[in-house]
């Protein structure tokens, strides 16, 4: 069985998900969704968490964690067992109430770590649930907003800070900043294998942390290789024949690339890739 790639450090930041077994609600009710926000404050003092947004939808739940200790995986392995022990024992059910392992995607905070807090509670404006993020009750939407008190589990003072010292000012412009962004591009597109959102530099700053991932089978493919330079530049300016092919073993041994994805970057045909790579190994 697949494992997702896990990359912690102190100080990491991460998009985290987990929805409903075969896509079931996780939530029947606001006493399940006060119940998990109940697990989630636990498990944040526990494990000395920070949580800059939240949001609560009815078969999954997002959440923009920072984690000092590089703890995530057991941080998070606890809540969704103390959420699953509570939702079972309130309904009188067994099993999975979550679909397998939790999906984490490491941030760089200063290029994304606000906009993620945006593109989190507009989520149930996405989904076509409400139009304003601020009639939605279960997301930190309100609390960062200054529509409600604080809840001890959120942190609001980095977001805040973003736009004004003058706490009131920067409410009202975190309310401008949300609802205008509810017409623009999902910061995904620049997810880089599947698990990091962040640029050259950031990703470079991981590489000591990814050096050991290509050769673990379980973590999938685009995953284990997500910090690789694209094909075309492993390919770029050869000077002759023999240093064309010994980058085309590269990119495909090294890095991870397929055999068919290295014909297109070079105009070569399939079967002689495939020769070449025969010939070099």
Not at 248 to 271: D, M, P, R, V
Request: include cysteine; glycine fraction near 4%.
């Amino acid at each position: 069985m697949a494992r997702p790639l896990r990359i912690q450090f102190p100080g990491a930041l991460y998009h985290v998900t987990s929805r409903g077994n075969a896509q079931a609600a996780i939530f029947l009710d606001d006493i399940d969704r006060c119940s998990c926000l109940s697990a989630l404050g636990m498990t944040l003092r526990r494990f000395n968490l920070i949580c800059h947004a939240y949001c609560l939808m009815n078969n999954h739940f997002h959440l923009l964690i920072e984690t000092p200790d590089a703890n995530l995986s057991a941080a998070m392995r606890q809540f969704n067992s103390v959420y699953t022990q509570a939702f079972n024992r309130r309904h009188d059910r067994t099993g999975h109430v979550l679909q397998g392992r939790f999906k984490s995607i490491v941030v760089d905070r200063e290029a994304y770590l606000l906009e993620l807090c945006r593109y989190i509670v507009l989520n149930p404006v996405r989904a076509q649930m409400i139009k304003d993020p601020g009639s939605y009750q279960w997301s930190s939407y309100r609390a960062t907003a200054g529509l409600d008190k604080k809840p001890d589990l959120l942190t609001v003072d980095w977001i805040l800070d973003q736009f004004s010292t003058d706490r009131l000012l920067a409410q009202n412009e975190y309310r401008r900043f949300v609802m205008a962004g509810v017409t623009m591009e999902s910061p995904w597109k620049d997810l880089k294998g599947q698990c990091l959102l962040g640029d050259d530099t950031f990703l470079k700053k991981l590489s000591p942390l990814l050096k050991d991932k290509g050769t673990v089978k379980e973590i999938p493919r685009v995953q284990r290789f997500a910090n690789r330079p694209a094909v075309e530049d492993i390919l770029a300016a050869t000077k002759d024949r023999a240093e064309r092919d010994a980058r085309i073993f590269k990119a495909c041994h090294k890095f991870g690339y397929t055999q068919a994805e290295i014909a297109a970057a070079t105009g070569l045909h399939y079967s002689t890739v495939s020769k070449i790579i025969r010939k070099l190994k």
